[in-house]
């Protein structure tokens, strides 16, 4: 990249960050809260600091205390909060729903940005603490947790957002074989899982509109440089800076302040892979999800929320 471009791509950053501390919603708001998860690396590292530099609270995800501390002392001050949990486990899920509950502050905004990617070229099948497949698990069954866990506090803090981090790389499967049992390749897992996350955002858009709750699912950029690629074998194509443009706006920029149910890629509104429209896999996919989720979601009071919008003591 040439020393101009350099400067042009920077100086659009910076004033990105300057939309993202001054937007008139926010402004009235006052100062505004975002977990985001994964974010000792990549894209959500770039995110959480970004945020922060903007004047926001930032709650920063990691499973790594140590890359936790040193994005902490990154940041520099306490507006920057370390939370701990490993994604595949869904008991861990619910742990950091419930500590960031229990900060007793406002949530404006949960990004859902931790993924597990391709894996190394050939590896084999992996999974959870749970019991499923890992890609499934951590890509899509813990971000569905925590959305649903922590919508009655986004809903209490509301206007609010929640933007999936997810990928235009999507195959179709039968919800039947969420396990991924037979056949299995990582990067085939890690599409599946990406289908589903863009699945479950329009229907946990659905449920979370009346509460003032919009939910959004974005592609940030193809092949960035950042560990699940380089571990993936595959050359890198864009960078984070790249993924950061298309990500920032969706958690902070008042033009989308109405915008749900919506995928992105890029910066552009697009569309996911048609299965995750089909009413028939949606419905089949929630309730595979629901029986996943059931045993983490009962007797939270912060919990309960089913796809459908419906609330359960159960
Ligand atoms: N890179 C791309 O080209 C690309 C393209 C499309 C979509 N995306 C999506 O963009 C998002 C960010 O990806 P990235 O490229 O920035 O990846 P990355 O640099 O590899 O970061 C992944 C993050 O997820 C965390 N993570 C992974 N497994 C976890 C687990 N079990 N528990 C808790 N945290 C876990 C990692 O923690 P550690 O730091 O401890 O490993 C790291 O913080 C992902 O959702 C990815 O699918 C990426």
Redesign the pocket.
């Known amino acids: 990249m040439t020393a101009s471009r350099q400067e042009q791509r920077a100086q659009q950053q910076e004033q990105q960050e300057q939309r993202a501390g001054s937007g008139a919603g926010e402004r009235a708001a006052g100062p505004r809260t975002a977990l985001v998860?994964?974010?000792?690396?990549?894209?959500?590292?770039a995110l959480a600091l970004a945020l922060h530099r903007s004047g926001w609270t930032v709650l920063a995800?990691?499973?790594?205390r140590g890359?936790l501390a040193r994005l902490a002392a990154e940041a520099g001050d306490s507006r920057l909060v370390t939370l701990t949990?490993?994604?595949?486990s869904l008991a861990e899920v619910r742990s950091l729903a419930e500590r960031t509950a229990a900060r007793g502050g406002p949530l404006h905004v949960l990004v859902n940005?931790?993924?597990?990617?391709f894996g190394p070229p050939g590896a084999g099948r992996e999974t959870s603490a749970d019991g499923h497949e890992l890609r499934m698990a951590?890509?899509y069954l813990a971000p569905t947790l925590l959305a649903r866990l922590l919508l009655p506090l986004l809903a209490a803090s509301a206007p609010a957002r929640v933007v999936a981090?997810?990928?235009v790389?999507q195959v179709p499967f039968a919800v039947g074989d969420l396990a991924f049992a037979h056949g299995y390749r990582g990067v085939e897992a890690y599409r599946r899982s990406?289908l589903a996350l863009a699945a479950g955002t329009f229907d946990l858009a659905e449920a979370a509109r009346p509460l003032g709750v919009t939910v959004n699912c974005v592609?940030?950029?193809?092949?960035?440089d950042?560990?699940?690629?380089r571990e993936s074998g595959v050359a890198p194509l864009?960078t984070?800076a790249d993924?950061l443009r298309a990500v920032l706006p969706l958690v902070t920029d008042p033009a989308f302040a109405d915008t749900t149910g919506t995928f992105f890629r890029g910066t552009e509104p697009g569309r996911a892979l048609d299965l995750a429209y089909d009413p028939r896999f949606r419905r089949d996919l929630a309730a595979a999800t629901d029986r996943a989720l059931r045993a983490h979601m009962c007797g939270s009071e912060a919990s309960d929320t089913r796809t459908d919008g419906s609330t359960t003591d159960e």
Do not use: E
């Open positions: 998860t994964g974010a000792t690396s990549g894209l959500g590292r995800h990691g499973r790594d890359r949990a490993d994604l595949a940005n931790a993924a597990v990617g951590v890509n981090v997810g990928s790389g990406k592609h940030p950029a193809g092949f960035m950042t560990p699940m690629v864009s984070v993924g």
